[in-house]
């Protein structure tokens, strides 16, 4: 070729092109292997931990790695303390302050929540021992309506009373009363059954029926009472009086009393016999009032209320 030749001018100093890539050729599949046609859908191949991956696939390279050829550092591999983890990171140590305080955070809540209990029964023990009181029956005075040996509750509240003049020192703008007090529901009233402290000796407790209120005239004569020259209806009682009372009248501040069983009872008809002083003995002071009994609940067999009556003396 000459040197003026126009293909030997084009191609001098040209590099020559890279060789074509040798591809290997793709390993032919197993037996039984079949090819999956366009719009098949593939099924997912599970390969067990125990099972060796096809040959036709490309095997995990640290399948075979043995497990005794995992690495495991120490602090004291790497120059620390044996206490330098923990400093740096004291994971263990805050959970064992967090179990610490949740702990001392559930005693603290369980321990107020008994002394919250606790405060709170004995509020309703000492509301409940203001309001009721048991009470056992002694005696036969009582017959037919309380029998010897029954326990009643009795009603503290219906008789409570308060000074206005306590009030009005507290609460200015309520008026005073002239040191008198006032009955929050009801005084006591003719035909109530109370339990009271006995005149002549207040450690004994006494239960009997309200026959006169103050300003009452009573008497006792001829088989009946009467209350300001008339006759109460009783037909509650055992027996018919056998004796003879008065007429007296009832102080302010006192009630005169009777058991239902007359001829067998100690009650106001004859406790002026044991002192001088007749207000002292014939009548009930209402500071000695206990309250009204309300319910006889033993034995359950007799659970019922205590026959209360209204008593009106009947107009001649």
Known sequence: MSENDPAAGAGAGLPEPPPEPV???????????????????????????????????????????????????TTTDMGLSEGAWGRAFPYDEAED?????????RARRFGREVVETLILALLIFFAVKAMVQNFRVEGESMEPSLHDG?????????????NMDRVHDVLPFVPGDDGRERHVFRAPRRGDVIVFRYPLD???DFIKRVIGIPGDTVEVHDGSVFINGNPLEENYIEDTPN???GPKTVPDGH????????????DSSKWGGNCTSQQQCDFVPEENIIG??????????SLDFVNNKVLKPQAQ
């Open 255 to 266: 009630y005169f009393v009777l058991g239902d069983n007359r001829r067998n009872s100690s």
């Open 97 to 105: 302050r967090r179990r610490r305080r949740s702990a001392g955070s």
């Open 243 to 245: 004796y003879t009372y």
């Open 150 to 162: 029954q326990y009643v509750i009795v009603n503290k509240a219906i008789f409570f009373r308060f």
């Open 202 to 204: 207040p450690r004994r």
């Open 292 to 301: 009204q009994a309300w319910v006889l609940y033993w034995p359950l067999d």
């Open 23 to 73: 591809r290997e050729p793709t390993p032919p599949p197993p037996d039984g292997f079949e090819p999956v046609s366009p719009g098949e859908q593939v099924r997912d191949v599970v390969v067990g931990p125990s099972e060796a991956a096809p040959e036709w696939q490309d095997p995990d390279p640290y399948l075979d790695v043995p497990a005794s050829l995992e690495l495991s550092y």
